[in-house]
T-cell receptor, first 110, second 116 residues
Framework: LAKTTQPISMDSYEGQEVNITCSHN???????ITWYQQFPSQGPRFIIQ???TKVTNEVASLFIPADRKSSTLSLPRVSLSDTAVYYC???????????FGSGTRLQVQP | DADVTQTPRNRITKTGKRIMLECSQT?????MYWYRQDPGLGLRLIYY???????NKGEISDGYSVSRQAQAKFSLSLESAIPNQTALYFC???????????????FGPGTRLTVL
């Protein structure tokens, strides 16, 4: 299975833009890059997914370079409520096993 | 996500006891999953089911068993609970052919299990 690597933790302040980068050097042609958010004692929640270039929704943006070996989740103007763990995964409809990894723990301070 | 429910939400049991965790979903998804999460760690896949007749082991299936009673129900059993099975357990569902993004998983609220 293709593996993803992301920073263990990040700190930010309210109102700042936060960018979390994920490396996936062995990404397969059929893989979609998917990000989840998890608050303490809650199940992960889907944030955004993309295949190439840029994807934007009401929560975040996802930037994917042409070689797809990395991706960057961008959270605009974070607030205290964005404090959570963020997971980068590679997914395709045929894959049978998913690996969440340890994620990136984002701490937003006032 | 309220469409995926788990019971019980909290459970304390003793070593050697049999315990069942239940998951129900109203999303109409064929795929269901069981994960466990230990403090400070990511989720690890225990079992998954792509339809009622399809059950597969995940990376940490030893000591667990599952039953897919219907499309909407997927139960996880610990036949003889041991302390290192103390963890937070999550159920999830997905639909790879839905209109939304590829095979997005929707998680239940979790069951906190303590084995003494």
């Amino acid at each position: 299975l293709a593996k993803t690597t992301q920073p263990i933790s990040m700190d930010s302040y309210e109102g700042q833009e936060v960018n979390i980068t994920c490396s996936h050097n062995n990404i397969a042609t059929n893989d979609y890059i998917t990000w989840y958010q998890q608050f303490p004692s809650q199940g992960p929640r889907f944030i955004i997914q993309g295949y190439k270039t840029k994807v934007t929704n009401e929560v975040a943006s996802l930037f994917i370079p042409a070689d797809r070996k990395s991706s960057t989740l961008s959270l605009p103007r974070v607030s205290l409520s964005d404090t959570a763990v963020y997971y980068c995964l590679l997914m395709d409809t045929g894959r049978r096993a998913l690996t969440f990894g340890s994620g990136t723990r984002l701490q937003v301070q006032p | 996500d309220a469409d995926v429910t788990q019971t019980p939400r909290n459970r304390i049991t003793k070593t050697g006891k049999r315990i069942m965790l239940e998951c129900s979903q109203t999303k109409g998804h064929d795929r269901m999953y069981w994960y466990r999460q230990d403090p400070g760690l990511g989720l690890r896949l225990i079992y998954y089911s792509f339809d009622v007749k399809d059950i597969n082991k995940g990376e940490i299936s030893d000591g667990y068993s599952v039953s897919r009673q219907a499309q909407a129900k997927f139960s996880l059993s610990l036949e003889s609970a041991i302390p290192n099975q103390t963890a937070l357990y999550f159920c999830a569902t997905s639909d790879p052919f839905g209109l939304a993004d590829a095979d997005t998983q929707y998680f239940g609220p979790g069951t906190r299990l303590t084995v003494l």
